[in-house]
């Protein structure tokens, strides 16, 4: 097998772990936004929530920190990746004088 093939081999579940990470990171945070005006104690879960969120990232950026620059940054991607799908999926639409002169 030559390099290239290796170096591309062990990036391929960098990546798929740093789509699971920012899948759960940030799916994580939608839920818990949606939940804040429903809860009395909107501090603890928020923290919580975050808490969670942080320590699992950090673990699995550490897990591929240690397995070299180029799987960290495979998942670093993966992970940026989906924030920019969320960014996009859930940004609101203008609706009325906003929208006036632009076309579709």
Not at 7 to 18: E, K, L, T
Request: some cysteine; proline content about 4%; aromatic content about 16%.
């Amino acid at each position: 097998m030559s390099f290239f093939n290796a170096f591309f081999i062990s990036m391929v579940p960098a990546f798929a772990a740093g789509i699971g990470t920012g899948a759960f990171y940030f799916g994580g945070l939608w839920l818990t936004v949606q939940r804040l005006g429903k809860e009395r104690n909107a501090g603890l879960l928020l923290t919580a929530s975050f808490l969670l969120r942080a320590s699992l990232s950090c673990v699995v950026f550490f897990l591929f920190m240690k397995t070299g620059l180029a799987d960290l940054l495979a998942c670093m991607l993966g992970f940026f990746l989906v924030r920019l799908f969320w960014i996009h999926r859930l940004r609101p639409t203008p609706v009325g004088p906003a929208r006036a002169g632009k076309a579709d």
